[in-house]
């Protein structure tokens, strides 16, 4: 043998941009589908708690004129904890929504002077894949205060 040696090609590259183009697509698309859905999730979340706040608020102002006492300097009166669901199941039914699920969980008070609303709703992905789970329960919890000044 005279010292001939074959070679065989070890640079080619054919295909390989191809299966790098397919790869990032998909990536990229994977990760429009979960920025997507985390972006709903959280719009879905503050549209609960600006309802769960408005309940808060209107069950904190749930007081009847005749429970006002005067201590001292101040003005005082007693929430009871029927009003305060009743208040909070009545802002809720009357509010324009597209929750679904949506249902009281909580309404009270407990110093008498605040109320405190816990409410939950059921998110549902928009594109449903693999990647992203289709249905996540959210609960949130608003507190509100009526004071004289």
Do not use: Q
């Not at 040696?5 to 998909?26: A, C, K, M, N, Y």
């Not at 503050?46 to 209107?58: I, M």
């Amino acid at each position: 043998m005279t010292g001939r040696v074959l070679r065989t090609p070890v640079d080619d590259e054919t295909g390989s941009t191809l299966l790098l183009t397919i790869f990032f697509g998909v990536l990229a698309l994977a990760l429009v589908l979960v920025m997507t859905s985390a972006t709903s999730l959280y719009v879905e979340r503050k549209r609960l708690f600006t309802l769960a706040d408005g309940a808060a608020l209107a069950a904190a102002e749930s007081w009847r004129l005749e429970e006002v006492r005067l201590e001292g300097d101040t003005l005082e009166f007693g929430l009871d904890e029927a009003s305060v669901t009743e208040a909070a199941a009545a802002y809720l039914g009357d509010a324009a929504h597209s929750l679904r699920g949506l249902e009281l969980v909580r309404a009270g008070s407990d110093d008498g002077r605040s109320a405190s609303v816990t409410v939950r709703a059921v998110w549902h992905a928009p594109i449903s894949t693999d990647l992203v789970p289709v249905t996540v329960p959210i609960e949130v919890t608003a507190d509100a205060r009526s004071v004289f000044h």
